[in-house]
């Protein structure tokens, strides 16, 4: 008895953890996404840097950034049927993903830009929900928009890494299942 007392103490502990870290990744979020609406791609788009810019190396091309608060993002993502706004990090990390989406790998200018993000119900939780044609937006940090339309949904193995790769895709958003034994993906044309 004292053993089941025990265990579902620890899962309401592991339960209250998970949502104050999802609490305060929406309210990072948040204000970065407001940062970068107000404060830098207005601005850059016309000309304009009030804000650190960085270079990150692409294979062919170069993509940019912007620090705001400790943290380097290179734009928006918009996904209005799942009601999302969110920013996007520059890289990725177990812990960076607890912040906001981020580049998995490529590069929206190369058209094969990977973006993971944390199944967080105000992150990727809802993609899931996602629909054939759902329209999704990028915003650079210099405040080139790029269009894309889902056009292929797909649940890969949790432990298939090199699954996220295949494929010729302009986008690709993907979120792993509670308890990580599938990824939910969402490919963009």
Sequence with gaps: MLVGVLLLAGAAMLI??????????????????????ESVIPQNSNGNTSAQINKLTT?????????????EYIGLLEYPALGLSLPVLSGWSDDLLKVSPCRYKGSVLEN?????????????????????GDAVTFTGVLGDVYH?????LETIDGSDTSAMLEGDWALTLFTCTPGGKARVTARCA
Excluded: C, P, W
């Design 59 to 71: 294979t062919v091309r170069q993509m940019q950034s912007v620090v705001i608060d400790e943290h």
């Design 112 to 132: 094969n830009m990977i973006l993971a993000g944390h199944n967080y119900k105000r992150h990727f939780g809802m993609l899931a929900q996602a629909q054939l």
């Design 16 to 37: 209250f953890n998970n949502r104050r870290e999802e609490e305060a990744a929406q309210i990072t979020a948040d204000m970065a996404v407001h940062v970068l609406r």
């Design 148 to 152: 894309f339309t889902v056009v292929e």
